[in-house]
């Protein structure tokens, strides 16, 4: 059986190319060789380099750094710059490590503007205006309030917490605020009393009246 099929593709390589066997299997065996060569040359390239990029991406990100309280002014230090430094973005004053999604909010991402801020306001109106890189949400209505709160879950099982944002608040001094009203309130008692010899003076006119009818 499997004489009678070696002998039936041998008659059809003949009839079909004009060839014999030995040298029909001979040009296949060439034009195969040359194949494995020129794409070695022109595609090897780029097999070597996308291992390489891939080893890049797949090194593991240095443990996260706690951070703890930060002011707003630090926090832009970790905006993606300097690549020794982590990348931290902040959503409602909690300051979370974003440097596994470097791709998107590193430098030349396409929220490469959130990093190092707290954008709050911005994720929740899907604003990439200045104006909006804030923590402030007031004003903001149901739907970019829900939108906000959507990206901080998203943020919450994403990406590790690693601090907050110092908030400044002016401190008031009640203490001192409270003395000069106190020292008022001890002159006006104090004024009524200085003034009692002056409303009794006109009281002694009498005694004047009584020297003139003398």
Known sequence: MALELWETLKEAITAYTGLSPA????????????????SGLFG???HHHVPRQSEEQMQPLPPPVQLGEVTEEELKQYDGTDSKK???MAIKGQIYDVSQSRMFYGPGGPYALFAGKDASR?????????????????GLGPFELEALQDWEYKFMSKYIKVGTIK????????????EPAAEATESD??????DVPS???PVETPA????KEE
């Not at 040298?23 to 020129?38: D, E, N, R």
């Not at 994720?123 to 990439?128: G, I, N, Q, V």
């Not at 008692?189 to 200085?194: D, G, N």
């Open 199 to 201: 409303v009794a003076a």
């Open 189 to 194: 008692v104090a004024k009524p009393a200085e």
């Open 86 to 88: 982590p990348l931290l």
């Open 23 to 38: 040298t029909f299997f001979t040009v296949a065996a060439l034009g195969l060789a040359v194949y494995y060569v020129v």
């Open 167 to 178: 908030k400044t608040v002016p401190v008031t001094d009640g203490t001192s605020t409270s």
């Open 44 to 46: 090897g390239s780029d």
């Open 208 to 211: 004047g009246g009584e020297s």
């Open 122 to 138: 911005a994720l929740a109106k899907m604003s990439f205006e200045d104006k909006d890189l804030t923590g402030d949400v007031s």
